[in-house]
């Protein structure tokens, strides 16, 4: 069996199960946030059952549109901070809330071998701690937080390996990206997608992260990295709960086996408006931008933030551009504001936020306009995406995007030396 | 169950921000949502829907978000069904469980037309375009899933499975 298949055979009480089976699977922890808690919230009430399943097992997080953009937003926060309070689930308020997708594996609330559900897509990030996480809508997750169980059929494994060592400004986005590219944005439907290679064994946490954060936009159910010494050092000091570590069997049988060489992957730039549309920074060509955007459930970790700083440090955002940096969690800018890296943004004349998932989902602090274009280190580049339907994302690593915003088009941070 | 209506035609990879901007999820009741369904892509669709309608597009409709807000939106302007060559996986979840039934047939989506007038006889996968007089066959729901349609969704289907159980 592969990885995932052990993972989802653990938590039905069975010995194999096969792909296109349907079976009911155990959560370990159910999420929501503020825009998807609501519909949850109303079907859960539908079940009148009163109680939820375990709740040290449910998080809920104001991320999306909180610190409240509007009233229907600050409506909707409320709606769920009382829930969160009456059934005493875990619940990061504004001032210790972060991206959920950022929090949740920075406070040790998953480990490996874990079945991780949430409503919102981007739930996949916890495979890069070699959990079974994958996104679900507000019904699904309103029959987990009551019975902690859910349905789900076995999918089919992907593996992808990458070998070979990285050019200097190539990380985890450049790789998905360049994935996504390759197999296109349902390339991946309905499967898991398994990262694998010595250039995978190489890539920091927060770069995995990155990686199964966007298998989603392949179309695919997860993106799992199995557990290593990395893995265990992130985990150190952030849980003492045991974990299983599961590995794929030497004669695991997957859909397909895809090999990519990594020492010839440059930075990557995805197009309006898919994903999928991407092409190699050397032949992005001259387009002028009017903001770049640094954060997210994507890239909105340290290992971003640093990377961001480094190429920005001591030159100045174009004139006439919006930078906008916003670590992704209360540590992640803690931490930052620590290393220093919080004043080197600010003297460079970007603006720095609070955690929220804000401009990339076009709620707010960083709307487009008609026309407008934007490098952003988000993971959607869809029509309308980031504000007005005729403005237009281009999806980048922390890198690319922080040179772009001192050249005021996009760039690679090799033409800033 | 049949269902009847003028046929709304879309391309690929039509995604949920598509389907419902990101910018009304301020809002989660169908009738809200609906009033700004598809605006971003076809500003003409709010006006032109009428309860019945279908949607038919070609691959991979509904990726993105998990927003339950996209089949809810659909519903509340009085879409049918949506006839599509694939789906992307958690928008089909999210449309079984809120009662928006989806048909999978690469035939339909090649040879119905917008504006077309469609039938389509659920129990069956049947669909049958009055414009042409052709007629398609649906890949059929496995027998797990139709038996949560069947029950009226997955809520009522745990409601079921827990009174079961006590």
Redesign the interface.
Known sequence: MTLAEKILAAHCGKDRVSPGE?INVKTDLVLSND??A??AI??FN????GKVFDPQKIVMVPD??CPN??I??AQ?AKLMREFAREHKIIYFEVGEMGIEHVILPEKGLVVPGDVVV????H?DTYGALAAFAT??????I??AM??GEI?M?VPPTIKFVFHGKPGKWVGGKDFILYTIGRIG??GA??SVMEFTGDAMEALSMDNRFTMSNMA?EA?G?AGIFAVDAKTKAYLKGRTSRKYIEYRSDPDAAYASIIEYDASQIEPQVAFPH?PSNTKPISQVGNIAIDQVVIGSCTNGRLDDIRLAARVIKGKKVNAGLRCIVIPGSQKVYLDALKEGLIEIFIKAGAAVSTPTCGPC???YMGILAAGEKCVSTTN?N????MGH?KSEIYLANPAVAAASAVLGRIAGPEELA | MSLKGKVHKYGTNIDTDAIIPARYLNMHEAAELAEHCMEDIDEEFVKRVQAGDIVVADTNFGCGSSREHAPLALKGSGISCVIAKSFARIFFRNAINTGLPLLECEEAADNIEAGDAVEVDLAGGRIINHSSGKTFTAKPYPEFMMQIIAEGGLVEHTKKKASGAR
């Open positions: 349907f825009i998807t609501p519909i109303k079907e539908k079940l009148g059952l999306h549109f953009k509007d229907q937003s909707q949430g409503a919102d897509s739930t996104g679900m809508g507000s019904t699904d309103a029959i009551a019975t349905w059929k944005v349902d439907l309905y989603i179309g159910k898919l989902l076009g709620g959607r869809f029509v309308g995406r339907v």
